[in-house]
Structures are given as structure tokens and as C-alpha cells.
């Protein structure tokens, strides 16, 4: 896969969840199982303003040469995926929501191995 096919896949997955938790968390995070309080929603809405953030990002990289900018796009993500993995997986240990979190995990960890890929490529 190229990486401008990468790129587009991943603003597409931050598009989808990040329209998705900044219009509706509760539905959103009910869909997995968990419960947001009116507090969770609003972090879930910030949560979802970043990735929107995040897809206009990687939609914008796409075609650019390798460049210093572009590589700190994608070494930003690798460690941005790493930390996100371990909350995650902390949190749903912590809260008996495994089952729910397992495919947030799984999702992240493919953008993780892509990211790095082409960190280390390049």
C-alpha cells in the first residue's frame, strides 16, 4: 500500500469516529458499551474535535514528498497511538470493559504498525 493510501484511510477512521464523538459521544461510546455522564461527553467532543483535526492533517500530507514535516506527522503518531494503546488497555482493565475496548484496540494498533511502517521506511 502507498502512502497516500495509508494516509487517506486513516483521515477517513479519525473522520468517521471524530464526527462521530464530537455530534454524538453518547450514542457513540453506547454503541461500546460504555455510559457517558454529561462530563464524558464533553471530553469525548474534544476527543473528537482532535481527530477531526487529525484527518484534515493526514488528508493534507497525502502527496507531500518526504519532508522533516512529514515525518514528524508520522513519528507524532506512532507515539500518539503507543500512549493511546496503553491508556486504553489500562482503563479497560481497570473497568471491566474489555470486550467494549478490544476493538479500538485493534483498530489503533493496524494505524500504529502503518504509521511506523512508513516512519521507518522513510
Do not use: C, H
Not at 453518547?26 to 471530553?43: H, P, V
Not at 481527530?51 to 506527522?73: H, K, M, N, Q, W
Amino acid at each position: 500500500m502507498k502512502l497516500n493510501t495509508f494516509l487517506l484511510i486513516a483521515a477517513v477512521l479519525y473522520g468517521i469516529f471524530g464526527l462521530g464523538a464530537l455530534l454524538v459521544p453518547a450514542q457513540l461510546f453506547a454503541s461500546m458499551g460504555l455510559t457517558l455522564n454529561e462530563s464524558g461527553q464533553l471530553i469525548a467532543r474534544t476527543g473528537g474535535a482532535a481527530g477531526i483535526g487529525y484527518a484534515v492533517i493526514f488528508l493534507l500530507a497525502r502527496g507531500a514528498e518526504t519532508s522533516p514535516a512529514l515525518r514528524a506527522i508520522l513519528l507524532g503518531n506512532v507515539v500518539y497511538l503507543i500512549l493511546e494503546i496503553i491508556a486504553i488497555v489500562l482503563g479497560a482493565l481497570s473497568t471491566g470493559t474489555i470486550a467494549a475496548a478490544l476493538p479500538g484496540v485493534v483498530v489503533d494498533a493496524l494505524l500504529l504498525v502503518g504509521f511506523a511502517y512508513y516512519y521507518f521506511k522513510g
